[in-house]
């Protein structure tokens, strides 16, 4: 009897460490999807932040493009007209497909 009772505190005491490591893997486990959820919120806080400076910088180049200065009117409507003539072609290849 006194091995058996042995046996049954020997797996108890298992179980019971089993039960313990479960909860620090699960307590370990919840913080690390927070971290992921929280890197995921920064990377699409990020891309937005690229996302916006791309159109302020292509907002930027088109204004510089269309800056006249110095009386360049000939060489500002230049620019307008390549302008247009790009905005054209990229019609084109989209109506094409």
Known sequence: MDSNEKTLNTFATRVR?????????????????ALVDQRE????????ELSQAE???????????????DGDMEG???RVAKLIRDVNKCITLLSEK
């Open 17 to 33: 460490q089993m039960i313990l490591q479960y909860a620090e893997l699960k307590k370990e486990n919840d913080e690390l999807y």
């Open 55 to 69: 159109v302020d910088y292509n907002s930027l180049k088109m204004a510089k493009m269309l800056e006249v200065t």
């Open 76 to 78: 500002a409507q230049k």
């Open 41 to 48: 919120k920064e990377i699409k806080q990020l891309q937005e």
